[in-house]
């Protein structure tokens, strides 16, 4: 079982900057793939970036790349979510998931609450 936490969100304008956090539990968090996923009022839950257990492998949305980088500490098991550069539509509720597989979709096993980013223009 993993438990995941995420933290870091608010409400920050047009051209600022957030660093998600999301704490895991449990002594195996370094041989899973992290994904961090965003749902937007109204919409389907979108995949946003992806790490692999040891952080040589990444994939990016289209919409977030060369803004957001992801990276993870596996001492602290813990992943962050570096957003550069946000938009008003990068508004959304930000969900991370582990995985033994990296994955791009939703099949993650396990999720996060979620944390609200709010980017005003």
């Known amino acids: 079982q993993v438990q995941l936490v995420e933290s870091g969100g608010g409400l ?60 993870r500490g596996n001492a602290k098991n813990t992943v962050y979510l570096q957003m550069n550069s946000l938009k008003p539509e990068d508004t959304a509720v930000y969900y991370c998931a582990a995985d033994r597989l990296l994955r791009v979709g939703p099949e993650y096993d396990y999720w996060g609450q979620g944390t609200q980013v709010t980017v005003s223009s």
């Open 12 to 71: 920050v304008q047009a051209g600022g900057s957030l660093r998600l956090s999301c704490a895991a539990s449990g002594r195996t968090f370094s041989s899973y793939a992290m994904g961090w996923f965003r749902q937007a009022p109204g919409k389907e839950r979108e995949f946003v970036a992806a790490i692999s257990w040891s952080g040589g492998r990444t994939y990016y949305a289209d919409s977030v790349k060369g803004r957001f980088t992801i990276s």
